[in-house]
Antibody, heavy 117, light 107 residues
Framework: QVQLVESGGGLVKPGGSLRLSCAAS????????MSWARQAPGKGLEWVSS????????YYADSVKGRFTISRDNAKNSLYLQMNSLSLEDTAVYYC??????????WGQGTLVTVSS | EIVMTQSPATLSASPGERATLSCRAS??????LAWYQHKPGQAPRLLIY???VWATGIPARFSGSGSGTEFTLTISSLQSEDFAVYYC?????????FGQGTKVVIK
């Protein structure tokens, strides 16, 4: 079955950086768009970024454009999110999800990123 | 950016009752509309895509309808496990956008 496991979350100071990873299994990773979404405390779901299966097409939400970079390694069945210049507003649970061009049909359990001084 | 607006924000209902959740898009999304269920501490789950198509394993008591800018998720008879937050999402254009969610609570 499809499994997505995020890692790399934690506590970081404003202006700092963090790299999230997502290990995928149970499907042919290289066949799918992949995405990141997040949920800030007390807020709803927010789409963050998507990357095509061949990684030559990438999309970002305006709120993270220029600060976050999505990437993937199809040989390792892994998705990444490099987050720079983090602000308090980036505090959230970050989810890895399969899809993006089409609906997000499988999601990981999420990893918590806390930005605080 | 397409803005998705859900109503009501909170829906109070009893088990066995019918629940109707609404989602409005600021411009047409054609039929490219999905619904997700999210419970605290769990991964969100895709319920419906392409407005009315069940995702894998979703019970028939969930149904979706609509077109253009107006969409509805109906739960025909609420079960205890259905009390959760529900989000609509458009995937017709970038950036992908979610509604703010409807929380279904036990009356």
């Amino acid at each position: 079955q499809v499994q997505l496991v995020e890692s790399g979350g934690g506590l970081v100071k404003p202006g700092g950086s963090l790299r999230l990873s997502c290990a995928a299994s149970g499907f042919i990773f290289s066949d799918y768009y992949m995405s990141w979404a997040r949920q800030a405390p007390g807020k709803g779901l927010e789409w963050v970024s998507s990357i095509s299966n061949s990684d030559n097409t990438i999309y970002y939400a305006d709120s993270v454009k220029g600060r976050f970079t999505i990437s993937r390694d199809n040989a390792k069945n892994s998705l990444y999110l490099q987050m720079n210049s983090l602000s308090l507003e980036d505090t959230a649970v970050y989810y890895c999800a399969r899809g993006g061009f089409v609906p997000l049909d499988s999601w990981g359990q999420g990893t918590l990123v806390t930005v605080s001084s | 950016e397409i803005v998705m607006t859900q109503s009501p924000a909170t829906l109070s209902a009893s088990p066995g009752e019918r629940a109707t959740l609404s989602c409005r898009a600021s411009q047409s999304v054609s039929g490219n509309l999905a619904w997700y269920q999210h419970k605290p501490g769990q991964a969100p789950r895709l319920l419906i895509y392409a407005t009315s198509v069940w995702a894998t394993g979703i019970p028939a008591r969930f149904s979706g309808s609509g077109s253009g800018t107006e969409f509805t998720l109906t739960i025909s008879s609420l079960q205890s496990e259905d009390f959760a937050v529900y989000y609509c999402q458009q995937y017709n254009s970038w950036p992908r956008t979610f509604g703010q969610g409807t929380k279904v609570v036990i009356k």
